[in-house]
């Protein structure tokens, strides 16, 4: 039964990275088994899913050492001129962190753009934590 549970958290997590990994289908299979507790796998899920996005976070606060290097993709003005947009309402899109191909790079993003770390948690767990609770009543709703 452990094992069902750290697999879950395993692919949450690497699902929130780059890695092409699915949690959702762990999710629905580990619910359709009966025997793991529903609040004990959308926390799980929850978590590993959140602390994989927050790599992402600390990724992107970190390539910024780069800046200023001949291949770094924008120079600062740019990237000025991008922090001052984000800033401006870019917040709210991490509530999308839960999309599928869009979700893993606007967490990535969001480190760039030095978005407070207390912030990103809130809207990211609120968002990840929704869509399996959502995954989860529609699951159950067919059994």
Not at 18 to 36: K, M
Not at 92 to 106: E, H, K, Q, R, Y
């Amino acid at each position: 039964m452990i094992a069902g549970y750290l697999g879950l958290f395993f692919a949450a997590f690497g699902a929130a990275t780059l890695l092409p990994l699915q949690s959702e289908a762990v999710l629905v299979g580990l619910l359709l088994s009966g025997h793991y507790s529903l609040w004990l796998l959308l926390g799980i899920a929850t978590l590993g899913n959140v602390l994989g996005s927050v790599v992402n976070w600390w990724l992107g606060r970190w390539v910024e050492h780069f800046k200023g290097r001949r291949w770094f993709p924008v120079n600062d003005q740019q990237l000025d001129k991008a922090r001052n947009h984000y800033q401006r309402w870019g917040h709210w899109t991490l509530l999308l962190s839960w999309v599928p191909v869009i979700g893993d790079p606007l967490t990535l993003v969001a480190g760039v753009m030095r978005e407070p770390l207390w912030r990103f948690l809130l809207l990211v767990t609120l968002a990840k934590g929704l869509r399996y609770g959502v995954l989860a009543a529609v699951t159950l709703q067919w059994v």
